[in-house]
Each structure stands twice: as structure tokens, then as C-alpha cells.
């Protein structure tokens, strides 16, 4: 069931208590295990395992991980809670603003949960203080980001978020899963310098309408319609054979080069996102954009899997993705 592998809306997953994620908060959760070091207090309460919360986060985590899913462990799941005045404070405004951006939208908030890959202390200071400049930093120089603001990635793409990631020092990896505001969004082309919305009909901003892999939240909201709720923390030592630029992993065996690939997908997608494949590699060849940048867009529009296998099934001798 798509409830039980992806968080989405309000009701699949506060399906207990009263269905909204800050008034099912206690302050005595249960803890199966020892909190990751460093990063329990502060509002943060770890959720044990059996806990309807963990269960559904760790489910929707592992299933969007894909191949690297077999070898990860989630080491603890930390919650955000209502403890001091500051946190109560920033549940209210959230609160707030989704009701304003229901009445704005003809009673549609559009609320998902979205994850934010980012270090250790990263993740602690956005509990702590909020997002700021520094996390907008990030794709504000990156030539091929849709958009300069909050970048998340939706919960069911949990892959894509991992890859983000940063370990620390016990090689330990965290993610922040947020709920998030997305009102009427509007699509955003890759490169796009955009930091506001267009116009007031719009609250946010997608790479794909159909189809986002990403969330872009503008900066002038990014303390209003993002709500920090959950840290994951795992160990997944197959993610250091993935990097950071989202390149796939080698197979021992079966390489494949760009052409090749690109002719193989031609038999599996639609006209649309051949297309749009088409284009990006065209750009590649001129180079306009970096081998990374065309790699992350492949697994974009194909998806992992359609990637996986067709590498695993090619019979040529060539690399993978030259």
C-alpha cells in the first residue's frame, strides 16, 4: 500500500489522534534505543521501535532507497516536540500559515513531507534557529538548480535526499524529514534563477508538476511553510559507492556509455521525457552542463530502477555512462 511506503498527505500518516502532526506530539516517547550522540535534546525526543511513526518513516525511508536499501540501518528516528516556548511558537505560525494558504488555494494547503539532507550540525542548527542564507547557498551558485531557495526532496525519493548527506564523525548520516507548505506550485526549468514567486498565484516551486523530485520553498517563506519534524539517522555504507552528484554505481560486469543508454530508454519512455532526456544530453555534448548534472537528470526522468536494469541487462562492452 502507497500509505505504508510514503508519507504524503496529513491523513495517511496522523492517522491517530487528530490527524495533525503538532497535536499528536507527547513528551514521553518511547525509546527503543540509545539516541544518536549529540543530536537528542534540544526538543528532540527519539521514537522508539514498534511506534506507529517509526514504523511508517522507516518504511517510506528504506523502500526510496532502492538498491542501496539491504545494506542501510536506521539508527534512530528523533521527534520533534513542543517542549520550550520558541518550538511552540514556530508550530503556531506553521499552523497559521497553512490554514491562510487553505483559504488562499479554495481549502487546499497542499502540505507533503519532504526530506533535507545536510551534516550533522547542519541539521541541529535548523532545529535550533531555523533555515537560513546557508542552506540557500547551496543552489544558489548551482547552474543547473531549479531555483534559488529550500531545495527538499519528496519522502517516497529518499535515494536522492541520502546522497546529500554528509557522515560524521562516527560515520553516521542524518536526515531532516520536514512537512512542508507547498500551496499552488509553480514549475521551475532547470537553471532558473528564480527567488521569489512569479506572482501572487503562486506559494512554491516544482521541477516537475506531474512528477516533482524536488520542492523549492522561497526564502521568504522558508521559516513559515517548512516545519522541521523528524531526524533519521543511519549508516549506509553502500552510499559511498554512489556520489554525491548522483552517478550510479558500476556494476562489475555490465557497463553501458551514453549513447547506448540513451538508446535503450528510447524503447521504455514516452515521447515527453525522451525528449527532455534528448535535450539535456544535446546541452551535455555542447557542453552547456557537466557529466554530473546530466547523470541527475537521467535518474530524474527515468527513475533508478529503469536505470538499474537496463545496466544490469546491456551486453556491451562499453563504460558506464562515458
Excluded at 165 to 185: A, F, M, Q
Aim: proline content about 6%; aromatic content about 8%.
Amino acid at each position: 500500500m502507497a500509505m505504508q511506503t510514503e508519507i504524503e498527505d496529513q491523513a495517511s500518516f496522523t492517522s491517530v489522534g487528530s490527524g495533525e502532526i503538532l497535536d499528536s506530539i507527547s513528551d514521553d516517547a518511547d525509546s527503543g534505543f540509545p539516541p544518536v550522540r549529540n543530536l537528542a535534546g534540544d526538543g528532540l525526543i527519539p521514537i522508539g521501535e514498534g511506534n506507529p511513526e517509526f514504523n511508517l518513516i522507516t518504511a517510506s525511508f528504506l523502500s526510496g532507497l532502492g538498491p542501496v536499501a539491504s545494506d542501510t540501518t536506521t539508527l534512530s528516528v528523533l521527534k520533534n516536540s513542543t517542549e520550550s516556548v520558541l518550538t511552540k511558537a514556530k508550530f503556531m505560525v506553521f499552523r497559521i500559515f497553512t490554514a491562510a494558504v487553505a483559504r488562499k488555494n479554495g481549502g487546499v494547503p497542499n502540505m507533503k513531507y519532504g526530506w533535507f539532507a545536510g551534516s550533522k550540525e547542519e541539521i541541529r542548527r535548523i532545529i535550533s534557529l531555523g533555515f537560513s542564507g546557508r542552506e540557500i547557498e547551496k543552489f544558489a551558485n548551482d547552474a543547473a538548480s531549479h531555483g534559488v531557495g529550500i531545495h527538499l526532496v519528496p519522502s517516497k525519493l529518499s535515494l536522492a535526499a541520502a546522497l546529500g548527506t554528509e557522515p560524521d564523525e562516527e560515520g553516521l548520516r542524518h536526515l531532516l524529514l520536514c512537512r512542508i507548505i507547498l500551496g499552488k506550485s509553480e514549475p521551475l526549468i532547470s537553471g532558473s534563477r528564480q527567488m521569489y514567486p512569479s506572482s501572487s498565484e503562486f506559494d512554491s516551486g516544482v521541477d516537475n508538476l506531474q512528477n516533482p523530485q524536488r520542492y523549492i520553498v522561497w526564502s521568504c517563506s522558508m521559516n513559515s511553510h517548512i516545519l522541521p519534524s523528524y531526524v533519521v539517522s543511519f549508516r549506509s555504507p553502500r552510499l559511498g559507492g554512489i556520489s554525491r552528484d548522483g552517478i550510479l554505481p558500476r556494476p562489475s560486469t555490465t557497463w553501458v556509455s551514453f549513447p547506448a543508454l540513451i538508446s535503450l530508454l528510447s524503447k521504455s519512455l514516452d515521447p515527453p521525457r525522451m525528449n527532455l532526456i534528448l535535450e539535456t544530453y544535446d546541452d551535455f555534448r555542447k557542453r552547456k552542463l557537466r557529466r554530473d548534472k546530466l547523470v541527475q537528470k537521467m535518474r530524474e526522468v527515468a527513475g533508478d530502477d529503469l536505470l538499474v536494469h537496463i545496466i544490469k541487462n546491456y551486453r556491451g562492452t562499453d563504460r558506464v555512462m562515458t
